[in-house]
């Protein structure tokens, strides 16, 4: 049978998201699945920045993507016929799929969606995105109750869930996002208690008003000026978490590095990297962590649906236009 | 009676120090020690990288200094007279004497000096240089025996220490330091295994082919484009100390912030400061190991003697030119 796919036809090094950079192909696979395999139609696929990471083929903790590769990516997938007992036919799994409408799998990495929650919930609040959110601030960022967390990138889907888990555990959340509208949003939805708008405001003069006695967890998602400027504004004992450098892939050139680094020094405080991954085997029960938190309506999470498989390097770039709102996804299949 | 005693005249913000930051001036102090008092006779003066940070006044960890206070510093005294059971007359002590010759102390932060070693070793390998070296590599840079610890200005006081406690802790030592003579020095009397001449070699390229694992520990006494060529090349789970930033002294502007500190996420590593003050109530039992291996022979050190009270601040100054070999110190008096 024939399936659409997008191939990488460009590591975008360097540089911004460019059309070129995939190619959309027809390719045949097999018609039936072999023994152990199932065939699955993707429903949807889900979008994170680390995937431009992929693509330029710098992140050497994952295996290194070639020109003409499929797209690495999430997806949900429902299965059509399947020849092995770790999928059911019928039922909806998340895992990573590629940028496909169809594939063939073994079904390894694939989890069952949850029961009671959308099935997009696997891609964002469920998936790497909540994981990410969960593990960076819990096992790094340890927020105690009355202290202050400021997450930067806050309406994203990963700082949207920080902020959110930040106050579950008592700690007060300080939001940094780009426009009013996403600013608005952090305190009337996500529960945020403050939101700097760096579009508009100075963000160090306001993290000064905002947090008097300093800044005890950071949660950066972005780096360049605004990772400096949390720099300096952090607390005696603070851990500041790296999570993401959206910054890094806006522009061609590298920002800056924070040259504030060295209040780590004076403030006796430390700064952490993580791959998610790395704790994969607590992935079960931290799911069941974060569902119970949305059930209990104490975590929102929203979800920005495209449509169109023809979309998908598009839907990708939303990301780094500042476009999105909340977890970025595409509807590929009904 | 009278001493002199050298007065900070400006603060060295973001610049250079100059004769002109300080002042010599005679003044008058008690002739007989108060109750509870004693009058001391400094011997030595001891200098450190930190005290441009105090005399800029940034540095908030420590009390501010105002122009006109006697500049802040280390130093050895004999005790002349002595109305206190602290301090016994005759005997040396180390501690926070100021750049005077003489002065009347209630002994508040004074210990006495180490019967089996130089009275200087309590400005160097038993002072703040030593145990910034034992905290910063042991509490937070915690090498294990066959990982490799890089130490930039690995020809300083704490530099040099370092490398040799991480060689006693069975540890591979790499040096960085300014210079053919320091890096023979490094390698063939302060027991690293190896060392870069940053002023002749590539620094990346060298810590690629002297650590294919990576870098375990990264002990940054420097800063700039050095600590940014360190971050390059660490390994997987690799601590990397902050201890100074030695480069944001020696010119006027601040260098740039390392923008490699993103390694950390691709390293799942950890980037950390300290003052090494927190752990002072530790500073007795970790002298006594110091010692210990200064007596086995396993520990050396070397101390940079300049004479003169006259020459106080240009001794200063040495740090920050690379002109110092080993411990910076100054006789003052016989």
Redesign the interface.
Known sequence: MKTRQWLLADHPRGRPLKDSDFTLVETEIADEPGPGQALAKVLWLGFDPAQKGWAENV???VAPMKIGDVMRGSGIVRIVKSNTPRLKEGQLYAGLTGWTEWLITDGAGFEPVHPDLPPTAMLSVLGTTGLTAWCGLFKLGQPKPGDTVVVSGAAGATGSTVGQLAKVAGARAVGIAGGEEKCRWLVEEAGYDAAIDYKRENVRGRLKELCPRGIDVVFDNV?GSIL?DMLGEIATGARVV????IS?YETGT??????????????????????VL?WAAEFPAIRKRLAALVNEGKLAFRIDEQHGFENTPRTLMRLFTGENRGKQVLKVAD
């Open positions: 992140a050497d903790y780096g400096n790296i999570c993401g450098g890094r590298m920002p800056a590095g924070p040259e504030n680094y060295f209040n780590l020094v004076f403030r006796r405080a430390s700064m952490h990297g993580f791959i790395d």
